[in-house]
């Protein structure tokens, strides 16, 4: 038995096989052929590209009826890679000329490629380079014949172990195999971990060398609330997991009984609990867990893992779907976030040392108007069919914010002119993530109908700690003492200019916190739907006065550990 401790992704307890993704190796052998042999060389290629492109076709249809056109079209690309008439034809010039196998040329010309395109600083052809290696070791499996190795072949409910997870990994994850995954990198607030969240999966995330520690054949117990991993567990221990996995069971019907009750504090004020989504599709989940709302729309999922950017009639449907199904509640549309951790391979955005300090945004919407403002008018134009709002990005002062709203004003007047209909008193919201937003807070809400705090972003830029960096993510505190200054900041300054602020980064929904961000004033939490019934559950066992009085002693400690110490105490007695 081992242990490895790694960040806590997705909460749930997952036991189960062990599935490799991403781990296989082909041994490829360097044959000498005879030049009679060529043709049925090159046939073989030709077949195996045949043969991989209808795997990507039949994958592309399933993953259209499971989940959507959007998420089907990441295979676009490889499709692509499939027609790439250079590489063809460089493989089979050389099988002419070295007179050698062709799966030995095929994989020699698959790594010129791929590290040809990797040297390249440009994230547009990086991610091309992703794209060959996918389609290449498909098309390497079908020349050796190989079954191919992917989630579609997972026999049983197993654990999925990887270097990395990428969005299209995770999409394809809606499978009911899957009971959990880990990978050697990646942190608390990445991507990955949103999505594992989004689908329920149990997860641990930057273990750093799961993927050589864990063998296949291993039984894993994946504890997604706490980072532990167990490998191969004695039977004490899987007795022990499983007794907790029954407990957790027994708390989340608890939690669910309350899911369709409004959130009134013991004291009577009311709190708003909404939802983050990333695809409209998540509006079930959002209902199925009692949601009041959306309060996070992170609409730049729509762009990704597609080769051309959405036309206006396109976000215009997904956002009216999205409006009308949850009319009269609540959307808060947050408009394009590109830049960080999120590539849109589609705007060639150019390499940069530092993403998250960089071209990111509300900073990419502002130079590039045209984009901005199809998604402005079409957001506008579905604010006819339900409750919509929205909310800029990034903003790190007035003047960002008041550029954004001039964008706004065209999109309005370029809809008028065309006679298109649309909600003129729309709400317009600015997400408090950069330290400087938060610092002039006052300032902003004079102008601003809402807030919503980022703290994914608030956190890394205060605490100068990269989300999505396992080796730093110790440093990644919630709960810090300046964290929850800044906080108190926006909240104060928020309620004196008489607007309403909600929460929708991941610390929104941490149960251990939610007492001192009730006690803080925070009007309105958004999270991920499942957390929703613990969330409301727990707002509901407490009196806002005690909360502001917990809030108070709260911030008189000095440490992050401390202060989240005593909230987990403080919740551990509420839930007894
Ligand atoms: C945040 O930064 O907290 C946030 C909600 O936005 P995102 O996670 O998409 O950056
Ligand atoms: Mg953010």
């Known amino acids: ?72 079209q990441i ?81 049983e409910k197993a654990i999925i172990v990887a270097h990395d997870l990428s969005p299209s990994d995770i999409a394809a994850m809606h499978t009911k195999n899957v009971a959990g995954f880990i990978t050697d990198i990646g942190g608390k607030t990445s991507h990955t971990a949103i999505m594992a969240k989004s689908l329920e999966i149990p997860a641990v995330v930057g273990l750093e060398s799961a993927t050589v520690k864990v063998k296949a054949g291993d039984i894993l117990i994946v504890d997604g609330s706490t980072g532990v991993v167990i490998i191969n567990p004695d039977e004490e221990t899987l007795h022990d997991y499983r007794q907790r996995l029954e407990k957790l069971k027994g708390i989340a019907e608890r939690f669910l009984s309350v899911k369709d009750l409004p959130v009134t504090t013991t004291d009577g004020r009311v709190i708003m609990i909404y939802a983050n989504i990333e695809f409209p599709d998540e509006v079930s989940s959002v209902k199925l867990h009692g949601s009041e709302g959306i309060g996070l729309y992170r609409t730049e999922f729509f762009y990704m893992n597609r080769k051309d950017s959405p036309s206006e009639d396109e976000h215009y449907q997904a956002y009216k779907y999205v409006a009308e199904a949850l009319n009269p509640h609540p959307v808060v549309i947050r408009t394009l976030d590109i830049g960080g951790d999120k590539f849109l391979s589609q705007f060639k955005i150019p390499y940069e040392m530092q993403p998250f300090l960089g071209w990111r945004a509300i900073r990419f919407c502002l130079a590039r108007p045209d984009i901005f403002k199809l998604q402005l008018r079409a957001i506008l134009r579905a604010s006819v069919h339900g409750n919509l709002k929205l909310m800029y990005p990034m903003i790190s002062g007035i003047e960002e914010f008041r550029q954004a709203n001039q964008l706004l ?41 809402f807030f919503s705090i980022g703290t994914n972003d608030l956190i890394q830029y205060s605490l100068a700690v990269d989300r999505a960096n396992e080796k730093v993510a110790y440093l990644y505190e919630p709960a810090h003492p300046a964290i929850l200054r800044l906080l108190k900041v926006i909240i104060d300054a928020a309620h004196k200019a008489n607007i309403k602020v909600a929460m929708c980064g991941e610390m929104a929904g941490d149960p251990s916190l939610a007492l001192i961000l009730l006690g803080l004033g925070l009007d309105e939490f958004s999270m991920p739907p499942q957390i929703i019934p613990e969330l409301k559950y727990i707002i509901r066992a407490i009196g806002y006065g005690a909360a502001q009085k917990f809030a108070e002693e709260a911030m008189k400690l000095s440490t992050g550990t401390q202060i989240e110490e005593f909230a987990q105490n403080k919740l551990a007695e509420i839930l007894k």
């Open 1 to 72: 038995m081992i242990q490895l401790k790694g960040i806590a992704a997705a909460g749930g307890i997952s036991i189960g096989p062990v599935y490799k993704l991403g781990s296989e190796e082909f041994i490829v052998v360097r044959d000498a052929i005879r030049p009679e042999d060529i043709p049925a060389q090159i046939q073989l290629f030709e077949e195996a590209l045949i043969k991989t492109r209808r795997e990507i076709i039949e994958l592309q249809k399933r993953i259209s009826s499971d989940m959507g056109q959007e998420e089907a």
């Open 75 to 155: 295979f676009d690309a490889h499709l692509l890679v499939l027609e790439d008439r250079m590489l063809i034809e460089d493989v089979i010039s050389r099988i002419k000329k070295d007179q050698l196998n062709v799966a030995y040329i095929f994989s020699e010309v698959l790594k010129k490629y791929i590290s040809v395109f990797l040297k390249i600083e440009d994230e547009y052809l990086k991610e091309r380079a992703a794209d060959i290696n996918d389609v290449g070791k498909r098309i390497l499996r079908n020349l050796l014949g190989k079954e191919k190795k992917s989630l579609d072949d997972m026999k």
């Open 409 to 449: 004003s065209e999109a309005k007047e370029e809809l008028r002119q065309k006679g298109l209909g649309f909600n003129d008193q729309i709400k317009v919201g600015v997400m408090i993530e950069v330290p400087s937003a938060a610092m002039t807070a006052d300032i902003l809400a004079k102008e601003s109908d």
